[in-house]
């Protein structure tokens, strides 16, 4: 008698973040936090969607330096932030928050 195994991988946001709608969702869901830690690794998980080493290349920045930044770990430059969404194909926008949240 064999036994079945089924495979498991660990759930990895990048392997979802497809397309630019999927990309844009998920970032405003993490800005919408306001913890910048969370912001930070979203915006890494981001990054690794769209490869690595192309967007820091495209952000003028080294891997090294994009991971360190996007890791959680440290709040990157706002210069930073700018230069990976840009390299992902997205811009920072603002809009007002809902009047419930302004106190």
């Known amino acids: 008698m ?3 195994t089924t495979k498991i991988r660990p759930y990895d946001s990048a392997r979802y973040l497809d397309t630019p709608e999927a990309i844009a969702a998920y970032l405003t869901e993490a800005l919408e936090t306001e913890d910048s830690s969370f912001i930070a690794s979203a915006l890494g998980t981001v990054a690794r969607a769209k490869g690595m080493a192309a967007v820091a290349r495209k952000a003028g920045l080294s891997r090294e330096n994009l991971y360190r930044s996007l890791g959680g770990q440290t709040k990157p430059e706002l ?11 997205l811009t920072l926008s603002a809009s007002p928050k809902p009047r419930s949240k302004l106190g």
């Open 2 to 4: 064999s036994k079945a």
């Open 79 to 89: 210069d930073t932030v700018i230069r990976v969404l840009g390299a992902v194909g």
